[in-house]
């Protein structure tokens, strides 16, 4: 079994910046895509982002596209979310999971939560 944590969210202010880490418990899932997902209160969970195992390659959603950014350092099974240009709109749960090929996502981290204030 794959265990993902999900910390580094808190509160910010409109237009700061926070870093999201995604911890995994083993090597193993370096080898998989892993994906970025968040809830906004009383919303729907909506994806964020993805990135590939290599993490050559990235999908983002057009809501925060050029205010983003993923990237992973598979040396510490970790993969991160550089969240720039906050807005208040971006206030949810974050969570990570991970993706081992096929269309469903098989495993989830707890998430954390992100505030941005205006």
């Known amino acids: 079994q794959v265990q993902l944590v999900e910390s580094g969210g808190g509160l910010v202010q409109d237009g700061g910046s926070l870093r999201l880490s995604c911890a995994a418990s083993e090597r193993t899932f370096n080898r998989y895509d892993v994906g970025w997902f968040r809830q906004p209160p009383g919303k729907e969970r909506e994806f964020v982002g993805a990135?590939?195992?290599?993490?050559?390659?990235?999908y983002y959603a057009d809501s925060v596209k050029g205010r983003f950014i993923m990237s992973r350092d598979n040396a510490k099974n970790t993969v991160y979310l550089q969240m720039n240009s906050l807005k208040p709109e971006d206030t949810a749960v974050y969570y990570c999971?991970?993706?081992?090929?096929?269309?469903?996502?098989?495993?989830w981290g707890q998430g954390t939560q992100v505030t941005v204030s205006s």
């Open positions: 990135i590939t195992w290599t993490g050559r390659n990235t």
């Open positions: 999971a991970l993706n081992m090929g096929g269309e469903k996502y098989d495993y």
